[in-house]
């Protein structure tokens, strides 16, 4: 099986920053893509930042140049640098992974998310 952890949200002021992680551990065989999500109660769960295998990202408009997406393969980690961070910023975030495991099957998993508030 695979597991998904996330870790790094926390309090943060107004125009802060903050540094989100996430490990993919298991009978990982390739990790095709590595993402981030948000969710604020009331809301559906919005689509962050994502990388995939060939390291190319995306971001919704919304984050674009202040928050940065990158990926350890080797360790199965993605991170999240968000800077700037506004008070509309604040979300509980969620790890998301696309891969192969096991003997070849795919599969799409989450991490159990991680709360950010940005208020002063």
């Known amino acids: 099986q695979v597991q998904v952890a996330e870790s790094g949200g926390g309090l943060v002021q107004p125009g802060g920053s903050l540094r989100l992680s996430c490990v993919a551990s298991?009978?990982?065989?390739?990790?095709?893509?590595m993402g981030w999500y948000r969710q604020v109660p009331g809301k559906d769960r919005e689509l962050v930042a994502r990388?995939?295998?060939?390291?190319?990202?995306n971001y919704a408009d919304s984050v674009k140049g202040r928050f940065t997406i990158s990926r350890e393969k080797a360790n199965y980690t993605v991170y999240l640098e968000m800077n700037s961070l506004k008070p509309e910023d604040t979300a509980v975030y969620y790890c998301?992974?696309?891969?192969?495991?096991?003997?070849?099957?795919?599969?799409?998993?989450w991490g159990q998310g991680t709360q950010v508030t940005v208020s002063s």
């Open positions: 298991g009978s990982i065989l390739v990790i095709n893509v």
């Open positions: 998301n992974v696309d891969l192969y495991y096991g003997m070849g099957s795919r599969g799409d998993y």
């Open positions: 990388v995939n295998s060939g390291d190319n990202t």
